[in-house]
């Protein structure tokens, strides 16, 4: 279980640092469209990550 927990919070890290750097391009070329949507793209996949997760959860709690 410990291992599962691990893997979801180092997949929201990552999904957080590439939303990161998306919003430093943002900040380095204002006029760039583009990476302000691959922004908005990061935080949904953040979002998702952390429901797939409650899901998840919530199926092994059930399950047993």
Do not use: W
């Amino acid at each position: 279980v410990q291992l599962l927990q691990y893997d979801r919070h180092r997949a929201g890290l990552g999904i957080g640092y590439a939303t990161a750097k998306s919003s430093e391009a943002i900040a380095r070329q204002p006029e760039a469209r583009q990476i302000s949507k691959n922004l908005i793209l990061g935080c949904a996949l953040a979002e998702a990550t952390a429901i797939y997760g409650f899901l998840i959860g919530i199926l092994l709690i059930f399950m047993n």
